[in-house]
């Protein structure tokens, strides 16, 4: 994930659904079955004049994906990217993640909830991207489906 701090409200929105995928894979890995997921991220842009909108693709979602612990594969966040895993409770068939990522011109905070099963999970996040005194908030609701194998 590649999260820029630009002074345009375009390229901050492209690192907020950046941040959303890059939850959606994470929440997913920790205990459904693998094989093929389609993930559906619909997404709501607050104050901004963009419309709501949907997206839907498929993801191969392997044995080798689900047994790579989700924490080792957040950590390289922070390094590369300023950012910091604040929260991370996966377990029992519930998610609630927090990620804050900080640049000298803003920050951008994502906090997610949600649910899985063995072949499924549905999540809600919230992004906060502050800059120039100025503040916006995204949110979304990611689900993801088995539909087979890959």
């Known amino acids: ?12 929105v492209g690192a907020a659904i ?5 939850a959606s894979a994470a929440a997913a890995v920790d205990q459904p079955n693998p094989g093929l997921y389609e993930v559906t991220t619909q997404m709501v842009y607050g104050d901004l004049p963009i419309p709501p909108t949907s997206i839907t693709t498929n993801q191969c979602l ?12 957040l950590a390289t966040v922070p390094v590369a990217q300023n950012c910091e895993s604040v929260k991370f409770d996966v377990g029992g ?5 927090q990620l804050s990522c900080a640049a000298p011109e803003g920050a951008i905070v994502v906090e997610t909830t949600g649910n899985y099963t063995d072949n499924g999970y549905a999540m809600k996040s919230n992004i906060t991207i502050t800059g120039g005194g100025k503040a916006m908030d995204i949110s979304g609701d990611i689900s993801g489906k088995r539909i087979g194998d890959c």
């Open 1 to 12: 994930m590649k999260v820029c701090f630009a002074k345009s409200g375009a390229a901050r």
């Open 18 to 22: 950046a941040a959303i995928t890059a």
């Open 62 to 73: 392997t044995e080798e994906a689900l047994q790579e612990s989700l924490s080792n594969a």
């Open 93 to 97: 068939g519930t998610i609630a993640m």
